[in-house]
């Protein structure tokens, strides 16, 4: 686990700006205290709400069905006074997304979730189901629509207390987190332009599940390609001068040497999740299966890979990146092979300024009686649509949905003691946000 440490000059400097500030942390204050009750008054809401938003399907091509769940939100964020709107995705292949805004005045807060789950129309996983003992199970409920509706209810609390007017708001809900639509540059432009806008964002993704933890790091992900060629033949032939290693062995003699020089280089990894060898043409189905002809007694003519590579920083993905390429390059006998890396997720390596809003939304947890939080170790999380904003914020942190367990399986399971309790914790964090700000 990924642990935090601050120098003592530092931690004395933010104790300092908090008691001059006039903010509280030996415990919550008057209007906290209300913030909390109030939170508590309206979880039956919130509740139904998060059942509602399950129960309809919005698998990332179910464009429909990720409308309608944008919808649902839409109207949520219009009984708050929001300014809201559908953003169409016709441009990108996809749903769209919803994009609300709220205030004239405080800091500049982007909320970020998503619509989309990886559950399609012909899923069996389709309804929200009590299974007692406070966990709950549904398609999508921990990724991310219980994310979603804690972001709905700590705004809702906020302003039922008089308290959203201390802030700015900007929400973005994507309609393709699990499935980007292309290219990213349209798909991903909502949030580049929030995070332009903002100081801050926040991610209600679940992080590792664990409410103990929050993201302030997160590795990038980006797709690659391999294709290879050989020298066809029978196999006989194989390691002859005439016909070397075929396309098969140079598939296996680039992936041994990538996991060989990228397994150990930082925070990287490089998995091939998808690859054939044979002869005669290749095809591909849209659900990414390969047919290729061949007979088990022929050297290949032709191998395919398409895998991802993830990193941490710029220089870590420039550096994986650099490996690659020269390890293509250096073919066996009588072979050739292209490398073409697609885009992807950017890196959100982990700031100092990350570093301090997770600290200061660990002391929010401690002053609730909730425990401290501490940050994810990036291996334990995968990418995220705050990726895209991270680099054009002053602070950014993701992981404060709703955890559970079995994301991205008919075994999804929220626990939903952390509904309750992260809704309090986005709550008093964005008050204490606007009072840092306010008394700066």
């Known amino acids: 686990m990924l642990k935090i440490i601050q120098p003592i000059a530092k931690c004395a400097l933010l104790a300092f700006s908090l008691i001059s500030s006039g903010l509280t942390f030996a415990g919550l204050s008057e209007p906290e205290s209300r913030l909390r009750e109030r939170v508590i008054q309206q979880l039956p809401m919130a509740q139904q709400e998060l059942a509602a938003a399950v129960n309809i399907n ?6 429909a069905g990720v409308e309608k769940v944008g919808r649902l939100y839409q109207a949520q964020f219009d009984q708050l006074g929001f300014d809201t709107q559908w953003l169409p995705g016709e441009s990108f292949n996809r749903a769209g997304h919803l994009q609300a ?11 970020i979730g998503h619509l989309d789950t990886v559950f399609g129309k012909e899923s069996t996983f389709q309804r929200f189901q009590d299974l007692g003992n406070g966990k709950v199970a549904g398609p999508g409920i921990t990724d991310m629509k219980g994310g979603n509706t804690i972001v709905v209810a700590a705004l809702r609390a906020l302003k039922a207390e008089g308290l959203l007017d201390e802030m700015q708001v900007r929400v973005v809900f994507t309609g393709d987190e699990e499935s980007s639509g292309r290219p990213l540059s349209l798909s991903k432009k909502a949030i580049i332009e929030g995070a332009k806008w903002a100081d801050i ?9 664990s409410i103990k933890t929050a993201v302030v790091a997160r590795r990038g992900s980006m797709g690659w390609t391999l294709k290879v060629k050989g020298r066809p033949a029978h196999s006989s032939q194989v390691f002859s001068e005439e016909v070397g290693y075929g396309a098969a062995y140079e598939m296996a003699r680039i992936l041994n040497a990538f996991r060989g020089q990228i397994d150990g280089l930082g925070a990287a990894t490089v998995n091939p999740g998808l690859l054939a060898a044979g002869n005669g043409q290749m095809k591909m189905d849209a659900t990414n299966a390969i047919a290729m002809a061949g007979k088990s007694n022929i050297v290949p003519q032709l191998a395919y890979v398409k895998g991802d590579l993830r990193t941490l920083s710029p220089a870590e993905l420039a550096q994986a990146q650099a490996k690659m390429k020269a390890i293509v390059a250096a073919n066996l006998k009588h072979t050739e092979a292209e490398l073409v890396f697609a885009e992807g997720y950017p890196p959100m390596p982990p700031t100092e300024a990350n570093k301090e809003l997770l600290s200061w939304y660990s002391q929010v947890s401690e ?5 401290p939080v501490a940050a994810v170790n990036p291996r334990k999380a995968g990418a995220a649509d705050i990726s895209f ?3 054009h914020v002053e602070m950014a942190m993701d992981g404060l949905g709703l955890m559970g367990a079995g994301g991205h399986t008919v075994d999804e399971v929220a626990d939903m003691d952390s509904f309750q309790k992260n809704i309090h914790k986005a709550a008093i964090l964005m008050h204490r946000l606007a009072q840092r700000h306010k008394n700066k």
């Open 367 to 371: 002053d609730l009686d909730y425990g």
């Open 58 to 63: 919005s698998g990332t091509m179910n464009f």
């Open 201 to 209: 964002a926040l991610g209600f993704e679940d992080g590792d599940s």
């Open 389 to 391: 904003a991270a680099d």
């Open 101 to 111: 805004s709220y205030g004239n005045r405080g800091p500049k807060l982007l909320m």
